[in-house]
């Protein structure tokens, strides 16, 4: 069965940058669009942007683009996401998710990531 | 791009009672692209119904989804305690510029 499986919890300084991985466990990992998605503390859900990795070329949300890497590291089935200038606005769970080209959607656990001084 | 507009933000209704849900698109979206979620607090989305009208594996048959479209819609038939929750609807057709969630709709105990 495959899983979406995020890395722990961050705490950043205003200014800083997060990187925040997910691995793909029990699946083909390559062919498939990886997004990954914002839920800032009681907010809703905002689409960031997403790679498929085995083409390498992400498309990133116009909100964050400039600010936003995504990448991919096929050998280790790992998708990255990577968000700079980080300021307490962007306290926030970060998901991983894919729909693996089906209709349902799995998402990863989530990771927090605190931005404070 | 493709905006989802949740109504109503909020619903009040009491445990045995009806929930209906909407979720509008600004334009025709796939029917097997678009899913819903309940969301508690601190967990990750819940996948209730996708494709449209399809419940997810454990989900109980008092949740139901239909519509196409733009105009889709998930009904709660008698609300148990449990599922006072936010529930979000979403479109994730990837050959499209990318994935858009309505605002959510919360449905609180009255």
């Known amino acids: 069965q495959v899983q979406l499986v995020q890395s722990g919890a961050e705490v950043k300084k205003p200014g800083s940058s997060v990187k925040v991985s997910c691995r793909t466990s029990?699946?083909?990992?390559?062919?498939?669009?990886i997004n990954w998605v914002r839920q800032a503390p009681g907010q809703g859900l905002e689409w960031m942007g997403g790679?498929?990795?085995?083409?390498?070329?992400?498309k990133y949300a116009d909100k964050f683009q400039g600010r936003v890497t995504i990448s991919a590291d096929i050998s280790t089935s790992t998708v990255y996401m990577e968000l700079n200038s980080l300021t307490s606005e962007d306290t926030a769970v970060f998901y991983c998710a894919s729909n693996f080209d089906g209709l349902e959607v799995l998402w990863g656990q989530g990771t927090l990531v605190t931005v404070s001084a | 791009e493709i905006v989802l507009t949740q109504s109503p933000g909020t619903l009040s209704l009491s445990p045995g009672e009806r929930a209906t849900l909407y979720c509008r698109a600004s334009?025709?979206?796939?029917?097997?692209?678009l899913v819903w979620y309940q969301q508690k607090p601190g967990q990750a989305p819940r996948l209730l119904i996708y494709g449209a009208s399809l419940r997810a594996t454990g989900v109980p048959d008092r949740f139901s989804g239909s519509g196409s479209g733009t105009d889709f819609t998930l009904t709660i038939s008698r609300l148990e305690p449990d599922d006072f929750a936010v529930y979000y609807c979403h479109q994730h057709d990837t050959s499209l510029r990318g994935w858009t969630f309505g605002q959510g709709t919360k449905v609180e105990a009255k």
């Open positions: 790679i498929t990795p085995i083409f390498g070329s992400p």
């Open positions: 029990g699946g083909t990992f390559s062919s498939y669009v």
């Open positions: 334009q025709s979206v796939s029917s097997s692209y």
